[in-house]
């Protein structure tokens, strides 16, 4: 199972998402799940939006997201002498971005970030912002720079996946290890319940996608799929708990930023784990926010939670997780569902 769930991830993690320009992640997805599910369909946002029939033991509609987009860059100018200049979409951390190769547009062209070489840095040693950074493609004029590439560009880290030890590391597992785990549940066999599968848009830039998706589904429970922060870097000094850490099972959201999980539905999942013997963790409270946040709103409210794989070095350019917390994310998040009843979601 490990193999199949890893083979996805490496599949999207190696394809070009920015927030807004998902074409080649939906493309990629759509003909690993189009035979497992019973309807399919694109919305005018880009969301793919499957349904896999439950066995009919079970009257409820759960809603399961995952993002296809990815954090980046776009291309906002051009310089003089054929260099380009982009602005963030999504959170990027400015200290990760000299050097690095990118991959500018659909077809991949390959760009350095243009850095300053040390023999003239001076010791200058300052974070130079996003802004002010020029994606060198090796053009030779403005003119080569502004038909090779237009203004509005996408550009994404060029990032190949890669096995090291016990892990694996690449770009964009945020979210494309929720797409991967999403992938597996629908090849999977029937649940109980119905469920709508989501592979959706623009979480990056303000948990679009889900925010429409969750209002078309009309769904009674709403499960969010994440790549997640985890901070329990080697020699680090910690005053509390990392948010998450690898190797110790998929983490289950309380309460971020951006939403609260109903205390009724984070037992249910707790339960399911314990019950299968799932490793579990729950991350640390506060930080970050997901989709359940939109899910929640929807309509007249939908009771959602988040289930995430930690990943360390997120939205940078290689990421690093465990194959075993993907495989548990997936095994928990069928529990979970599996289990679920009317009951479970009802107050007392
Ligand atoms: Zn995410």
């Not at 079970?58 to 200049?85: F, I, K, Q, S, Y």
């Not at 009724?264 to 926010?289: C, F, M, T």
Request: charged share 20%.
């Amino acid at each position: 199972m490990t193999d199949t769930v890893i083979t996805f991830l490496q599949t999207l993690s190696d394809l070009t998402g920015v927030s807004g320009n998902e074409t080649a992640i939906r493309s990629a997805i759509k003909p690993l799940v189009q035979d497992h599910v019973d309807a399919l369909r694109v919305d005018a946002l880009g969301n793919l939006i499957t349904l896999k029939r439950g066995t009919g033991e079970n009257p409820l509609r759960v809603l399961v997201t995952a993002h296809m987009d990815e954090v980046g860059l776009m291309v906002v100018g051009h310089t003089g002498d054929g260099g380009l200049r982009a602005e963030p979409i999504g959170s990027l951390d400015a200290r990760l971005l000299p050097g690095l190769h990118v991959w500018v547009g659909k077809d991949k062209l390959p760009g350095v970030i243009g850095v300053q070489a040390i023999h003239r840095a001076h010791g200058d040693t300052s974070v130079t912002p996003v802004d002010k950074l020029v994606i060198d493609i090796g053009a030779s004029s403005k003119d080569e720079a502004q038909s090779a590439v237009p203004l509005g560009t996408p550009v994404a880290f060029a990032t190949r996946f890669r096995e090291m030890g016990a892990a694996v590391s690449g770009k964009a597992f945020d979210d494309r290890a929720g797409c991967a785990v999403l992938i597996a549940l629908l090849q999977g066999e029937r649940l109980p319940c119905d469920v709508y599968g989501v592979f959706t848009v623009q979480e990056e830039v303000g948990l679009r996608g889900a925010q429409v998706a969750a209002f078309a589904v009309e769904p009674d429970v709403g499960f969010a799929l994440e790549g997640t922060i985890a901070d329990d870097l080697p020699k680090e000094e910690k005053d509390v708990s990392p948010t998450t850490e690898l190797g110790k099972g998929p983490a289950i959201t309380v309460k971020d930023r951006s939403y609260t999980t109903p205390p009724r539905l984070l037992s249910h999942v707790l339960k399911a784990a314990d019950a299968e013997g799932i490793p579990y963790q729950l991350k640390q409270p506060g930080i970050s926010g997901t989709e359940a946040a939109s899910i929640t709103r929807a309509r007249g409210g939908v009771p959602a939670i988040t289930i995430a794989v930690p990943c360390r070095y997120i939205h940078g350019p290689r990421a690093l997780l465990r194959p075993e917390d993907v495989e548990n994310t997936l095994r928990l998040v069928r529990a979970a569902i599996a289990r679920l009843t009317p009951e479970t979601l009802a107050f007392t």
